[in-house]
Nanobody, 126 residues
Framework: QVQLVESGGGLVQAGGSMRLSCAAS????????MAWFRQAPGKEREFVSA????????LYTDSVKGRFTISRDNAKNTVSLQMNSLKPEDTAVYYC???????????????????WGQGTQVTVSS
């Protein structure tokens, strides 16, 4: 089992930066593929980024490439999402997610992830 708690959301102006963190607990964190998803009002939850157990492999959705960076610190059991050059369309609730420990591939579909945090709101004003 993995428990996830996000933090770092809030309000920022367009063009600004924000860093989200996800604190994980559970024995298998270091083996889990981790990801960030987001859900805007009236829209489906969408994939943002994923990272493998070592941090050596990452995946991003096209709309955030070059602006967002995912990273992890297995010693601290945390995953972070550094968001730069934020746009109003980045406004959403951001969720941290984890795959089961025996699943090593990065995936973009939410149903591939077994564990979820409660989400943190990110609002980008124009």
């Amino acid at each position: 089992q993995v428990q996830l708690v996000e933090s770092g959301g809030g309000l920022v102006q367009a063009g600004g930066s924000m860093r989200l963190s996800c604190a994980a607990s559970g024995r298998t964190f270091n083996s889990n593929v981790m990801a960030w998803f987001r859900q805007a009002p009236g829209k489906e939850r969408e994939f943002v980024s994923a990272i493998n157990w070592s941090g050596g492999s990452t995946l991003y959705t096209d709309s955030v490439k070059g602006r967002f960076t995912i990273s992890r610190d297995n010693a601290k059991n945390t995953v972070s999402l550094q968001m730069n050059s934020l746009k109003p369309e980045d406004t959403a609730v951001y969720y941290c997610a984890a795959r089961d420990a025996n699943l090593v591939y990065l995936r973009q579909h939410q149903y591939e992830y077994a564990y979820w945090g409660q989400g943190t709101q990110v609002t980008v004003s124009s």
